[in-house]
Nanobody, 115 residues
Framework: QVQLVESGGGLVQPGGSLRLSCAAS????????MGWYRQGPGKQRELVAS???????SYADSVKGRFTISRDNAKNTMYLQMNSLKPEDTAVYYC?????????WGQGTQVTVSS
């Protein structure tokens, strides 16, 4: 079992930045592939970025060049640095941990981009 807790969301103006954190507990963090998903109003949940156990990253086209995913296995924490935020980035952001058939989610943190 893995417990995931997101933090760092909030209200930011267009062009601003936020850093989300995902703190994991309950299992060996380093063996899980991790990812950030988001669900905007009236939209389906979508993958934003992911990072493998070896540190390889991938991004949705909509956030490439603006968002950076990282992980600190010593701190059992994953991050999402979000720069140049746009109103369309407004969503609830979820942390995900995956290993084989095991799939865990955090409770989500709200990000609102508005002037």
């Amino acid at each position: 079992q893995v417990q995931l807790v997101e933090s760092g969301g909030g209200l930011v103006q267009p062009g601003g930045s936020l850093r989300l954190s995902c703190a994991a507990s309950g299992s060996i963090f380093s063996i899980y592939k991790m990812g950030w998903y988001r669900q905007g109003p009236g939209k389906q949940r979508e993958l934003v970025a992911s990072i493998t156990t070896g540190g390889d990253t991938s991004y949705a086209d909509s956030v490439k060049g603006r968002f950076t995913i990282s992980r600190d296995n010593a701190k059992n924490t994953m991050y999402l640095q979000m720069n140049s935020l746009k109103p369309e980035d407004t969503a609830v952001y979820y942390c995900n941990a995956r290993l084989s058939i095991h799939n865990y989610w955090g409770q989500g943190t709200q990000v609102t981009v508005s002037s």
